[in-house]
């Protein structure tokens, strides 16, 4: 069975800094997808990013980028330029290659932003 | 557009009634999905539908229905509830389509409170 860790329930960064939250997996599966879920106190999980097993590139978007790192099994997630709109739980999560699959989630990092 | 909408946002309900969530979306996605979640945990997958065809029912007890009536519609029927099913029911969907990366796309979510 896959499985997702997240081993920081909580961060904390400064308002214009970097944070980096971690993720690891574990899985026997070669085509596989990554994605981080953002979850504020609206309580919608909002897609952050995502990223192919099959791809070598790291995946960004805008001030969010990972470091996927398939043979660590390893999928970390670097805010840049934090802003205090960023503070939420955060969810790691792997879903099979098939369509229609479960998504398996992490238990969730809660970033905290000071301004 | 990737929205997909829930009502109702709030819902309490006692032990003996029936009521029904609601989830809609028009993407033209074929796969939606139910999830649970408590709070400060992670998503907990109940249901999954697939061309309007049941795929996935994570052994949920009975008195949690689910109905795809078209493919941009999903319901789940909740009958008899304990108070320990009080949770944020939150509905999602994606393409479906096998070889894609097939994000999946939440709604808001209803919060479910049984006296």
């Known amino acids: 069975a896959q499985t997702v860790t997240q081993s920081q329930p909580e961060m904390s960064v400064q308002e214009a800094e970097t944070v980096t939250l971690s993720c690891t997996y574990d899985?026997?599966?070669?085509?596989?997808?990554l994605f981080w879920y953002k979850q504020p106190p609206s309580r919608q999980m909002i897609l952050v990013i995502r990223q192919e097993a099959y791809k070598q590139q790291n995946a960004t978007e805008n001030r969010f980028s990972v470091n996927f790192q398939k043979a660590a099994k390893s999928f970390s997630l670097k805010i840049s330029d934090s802003q205090l709109g960023d503070a939420a739980m955060y969810f790691c999560a792997y879903r099979r290659g098939t369509s229609g699959s479960r998504l398996t989630f992490g238990e969730g990092t809660q970033l905290t932003v000071n301004p | 557009d990737t929205e997909v909408t829930q009502t109702p946002k709030h819902l309490v309900m006692g032990m003996t009634n029936k009521k029904s969530l609601k989830c809609e979306q028009h993407m033209g996605h074929r796969a939606m999905y139910w999830y649970k979640q408590k709070a400060k945990k992670p998503p907990e997958l109940m249901f999954v539908y697939s061309y309007e065809k049941l795929s996935i029912n994570e052994s949920v007890p009975s008195r949690f229905s689910p109905e795809c009536p078209n493919s941009s519609l999903l319901n789940l029927h909740l009958h008899a509830l304990q108070p320990e099913d009080s949770a944020l029911y939150l509905c999602a969907s994606s393409q479906g389509l096998t070889g894609y990366v097939d994000t999946q796309y939440f709604g808001p979510g209803t919060r479910l409170t049984v006296l």
């Open positions: 899985t026997s599966e070669s085509d596989y997808y």
